[in-house]
């Protein structure tokens, strides 16, 4: 069975700045997907990015980005220049390709951006 | 469009009603989900549901009864519930096949509180 871990239940950072979120993951599969979601406290999880196993280039979309080590079971989170509407929880996630067609996720990391 | 309703947002049952939570998409997706989060807790899942066909029930105690009427709904069946069941149901769903993208999108949850 796959397990997803996040090992930083809060963090914070200024308005403006750049703060990166950990994940790590183990599983036996070699294709598979991964995610990052968001939910802020309104409760609805937004995908912020994915990532796909195969492809060795990191995924970005606008401000947020990923840093994928596959052999490392790594997939860390990057947001660059916060914004107070970034304040959330954060759920890493896990999808096999082939197998188990449903998320596993991560503990989540609270994240609050100060003003 | 990539939008998931759930309806009713919030509800509120005694031990003994027999209620149900919906969930409808329009996107063509043949997957779809339920999930149960507690406060300050990852999603657990509960079910899925491919091509209208239950292929996945995570142990869910029977007083909990999924239901797939056709491709655009789900409903979530709730009889004789306790107070511990009380949490976030959330809605989600997918395209299925293995080149279809995989990205699960997620309602914004009906609040569920059993008294």
């Known amino acids: 069975a796959q397990t997803v871990t996040q090992s930083q239940p809060e963090m914070s950072v200024q308005e403006a700045e750049t703060v990166t979120l950990s994940c790590t993951y183990d599983?036996?599969?070699?294709?598979?997907?991964l995610f990052w979601y968001k939910q802020p406290p309104s409760r609805q999880m937004i995908l912020v990015i994915r990532q796909e196993a195969y492809k060795q280039q990191n995924a970005t979309e606008n401000r947020f980005s990923v840093n994928f080590q596959k052999a490392a079971k790594s997939f860390s989170l990057k947001i660059s220049d916060s914004q107070l509407g970034d304040t959330a929880m954060y759920f890493c996630a896990f999808m096999s390709h082939t197998g188990r067609r449903a998320l596993t996720f991560g503990s989540g990391t609270r994240l609050q951006v100060q003003p | 469009d990539t939008e998931v309703t759930q309806t009713p947002k919030h509800l509120v049952m005694g031990m003994t009603n027999k209620k149900s939570l919906k969930c409808e998409q329009h996107m063509g997706h043949r997957a779809m989900y339920w999930y149960k989060q507690k406060a300050k807790k990852p999603p657990e899942l509960m079910f899925v549901?491919?091509?209208?066909?239950?292929?996945i029930n995570e142990s869910v105690p029977s007083r909990f009864s999924p239901e797939c009427p056709n491709s655009s709904l789900l409903n979530l069946h709730l009889h004789a519930l306790q107070p511990e069941d009380s949490a976030l149901y959330l809605c989600?769903?997918?395209?299925?096949?293995?080149?279809?993208?995989?990205?699960?999108?997620f309602g914004e949850g009906s609040w569920l509180t059993v008294v």
């Open positions: 599983t036996s599969e070699s294709n598979y997907y």
């Open positions: 549901y491919s091509y209208e066909k239950l292929s």
């Open positions: 989600a769903s997918t395209r299925t096949g293995h080149d279809s993208g995989n990205t699960i999108y």
